[in-house]
């Protein structure tokens, strides 16, 4: 099966990156951007990375969002 032109191309961003370089008000803006409620954030700022849950990484990762914009 040729995945070429059938499957559109996930755009990926840096998650544990942006994570570990981000203060808690842009890894707020983050969350914000993939629709995560205010009082979640609230819990999520202060974990690492990986504690995160895996489908809200993933939604990290495939949103299309780019780090200039969380600034």
Same mark, same amino acid.
């Given at each position: 099966?040729?995945?070429?032109?059938?499957?559109?191309?996930?755009?990926? $961003? !840096?998650?544990?990156? $942006?994570?570990?370089?981000?203060?808690?008000?842009?890894?707020?803006?983050?969350?914000?951007?993939?629709?995560?409620? !205010? %009082?979640?954030?609230?819990?999520?700022?202060?974990?690492?990375?990986?504690?995160?849950?895996?489908?809200?990484? $993933? %939604?990290?990762?495939?949103?299309?969002?780019? %780090?200039?914009?969380?600034?």
């Amino acid at each position: 099966m040729k995945t070429g032109k059938y499957l559109p191309k996930i755009g990926t $961003f !840096d998650g544990a990156g $942006f994570w570990k370089r981000a203060f808690a008000h842009q890894r707020g803006n983050l969350l914000r951007a993939v629709q995560v409620p !205010d %009082e979640q954030i609230k819990i999520l700022v202060n974990k690492s990375y990986q504690e995160l849950p895996a489908p809200l990484r $993933f %939604e990290i990762e495939t949103s299309g969002i780019r %780090e200039e914009n969380l600034k």
